[in-house]
């Protein structure tokens, strides 16, 4: 049983890059997040997902996209990197069933120059 | 709005002593879920412990126990005989029944030998 997992790990991208951060869990569960953390302010989410089909905008949404490809695959789009961007990716899903507990997963580490 | 505080940045416990992180928050519904996660350096989001705002009695999970003060709004995390492991990122969360989860900035915990 994987969880969550996350490719890849750590990305280098340069200002106006693009990339897709993958996830994808085999928990079936039907809500899925985007987060991302910086020093100092915690966990805020990009983007999350309800269920299959559908996506909804969080606190930080400007600049990314999402794709919630099936139940189990949520992916995080940057169209035009930024040096604010830079940060750490988590991507999460939720259980209903253990008290609404999240799983994270390890989280992409980018960097923006 | 909701919002959820923690206002220590950084605190620092003796191996085997007892340490209590601190946590406030705000909403204004009567049914939600409280959490504790913790980050090691690993980068790992791991669930600490689970509080549900209807139980009154305060959840325990081994050496982790909270103080949930419903009508304070307060969430504090203890943990006694802390050990070198415990040194990580602690953040509290609160979840209210829609989607969305509000993190605190963390709580920066050192364990010295």
């Known amino acids: 049983n994987a969880g969550v997992t996350q490719t890849p790990k750590f990305q280098v991208l340069k200002t106006g890059q693009s990339m897709t951060l993958q996830c994808a869990q085999d928990?079936?569960?039907?809500?899925m997040y985007w987060y991302r953390q910086d020093p100092g302010m915690g966990l805020r989410l990009i983007y999350y997902s309800a269920s299959e089909g559908t996506t909804d905008k969080g606190e930080v949404p400007n600049g990314y996209n999402v794709s919630r490809l099936n139940k189990r695959e949520f992916s995080l789009r940057l169209e035009s990197a930024a040096p604010s961007q830079t940060s750490v990716y988590f991507c999460?899903?939720?259980?209903?069933?253990?008290?609404?507990?999240?799983?994270f997963g390890p989280g992409t580490r980018l960097t923006v120059t | 709005a909701q919002t959820v505080t923690q206002s220590q940045p950084e605190m620092s416990v003796q191996e085997a002593e007892t340490v209590t992180l601190s946590c406030t928050y705000d909403?204004?519904?009567?049914?939600?879920?409280l959490f504790w996660y913790k980050q090691p350096p690993s980068r790992q989001m791991i669930l600490v412990i689970r509080?549900?705002?209807?139980?009154?009695q305060n959840a325990t999970e081994n050496r982790f126990s909270v103080n949930f003060q419903k009508a304070a709004k307060s969430f504090s995390l203890k943990i006694s005989d802390s050990q070198l492991g415990d040194a990580a990122m602690y953040f509290c969360a609160l979840f209210r029944g829609t989607y969305k989860y509000i993190f605190g900035t963390g709580t920066r915990l050192k364990v010295l030998a």
């Open positions: 999460a899903s939720r259980s209903r069933l253990t008290s609404y507990e999240q799983y």
């Open positions: 928990m079936n569960h039907n809500s």
């Open positions: 909403t204004s519904e009567s049914d939600y879920y």
């Open positions: 509080q549900e705002a209807y139980k009154q």
